[in-house]
């Protein structure tokens, strides 16, 4: 069975996002256009699509470690703080943005609550063990080395 820690994270986010986007369960909101994603930012993302990524982001993040709360996840997501002429200093990334995604995700079955923080549900795993497996299959097609993972 191929994994989700076999796929090239790149290629399984852009699918999954893309899925995501295809099957409109998760609204984007009206504030997504003129939000930073945290303090450490100074714009806005340039991508219109980012919060179909961040979503597909979180859940691979969520495949990876089994369970993730809103404030580890947004240590995740985080980054460094210019103070000016002072020392650089560790920041967190927009837990508004996390937790409204966890929402959407937790609607749209991907996600469920446990008392340890949020954890895929069997449809969030499926989704993603389909989509890697598409991955591989694209892959194998164009390098035989990906073929042991099929």
Same mark, same amino acid.
């Given at each position: 069975m191929v994994s989700v820690k076999y796929v090239p994270s790149d290629?399984? @986010?852009n699918y999954v996002s893309e899925k995501?986007?295809?099957e409109k369960k998760i609204a984007e909101p009206d504030w997504s256009k003129y939000v930073k994603t945290g303090i450490s930012r100074e714009k806005s993302p340039v991508n219109r699509d980012w919060i179909y990524v961040r979503?597909?982001?979180? &859940?691979?993040? &969520? +495949?990876?470690n089994g369970y993730? =709360? @809103?404030?580890?996840?947004?240590s995740e997501y985080g980054g460094k703080v210019d103070r000016g002429s002072k020392r650089y200093h560790a920041a967190q =990334?927009?837990?508004?943005? @996390?937790r +409204?995604?966890?929402h959407e995700l937790e609607k749209a079955g991907y996600v469920q609550k446990t008392p340890k923080g949020r954890s895929l549900s069997p449809q969030g795993m499926s989704l993603l063990?389909?989509?890697?497996?598409?991955?591989?299959?694209?892959?194998?097609?164009k390098d035989p080395a990906f073929q042991k993972f099929i």
């Amino acid at each position: 069975m191929v994994s989700v820690k076999y796929v090239p994270s790149d290629l399984l @986010i852009n699918y999954v996002s893309e899925k995501l986007k295809s099957e409109k369960k998760i609204a984007e909101p009206d504030w997504s256009k003129y939000v930073k994603t945290g303090i450490s930012r100074e714009k806005s993302p340039v991508n219109r699509d980012w919060i179909y990524v961040r979503a597909a982001a979180m &859940l691979r993040k &969520l +495949y990876i470690n089994g369970y993730l =709360g @809103i404030s580890r996840m947004s240590s995740e997501y985080g980054g460094k703080v210019d103070r000016g002429s002072k020392r650089y200093h560790a920041a967190q =990334g927009s837990r508004s943005i @996390i937790r +409204y995604l966890f929402h959407e995700l937790e609607k749209a079955g991907y996600v469920q609550k446990t008392p340890k923080g949020r954890s895929l549900s069997p449809q969030g795993m499926s989704l993603l063990d389909n989509a890697s497996k598409d991955i591989i299959k694209q892959l194998a097609e164009k390098d035989p080395a990906f073929q042991k993972f099929i």
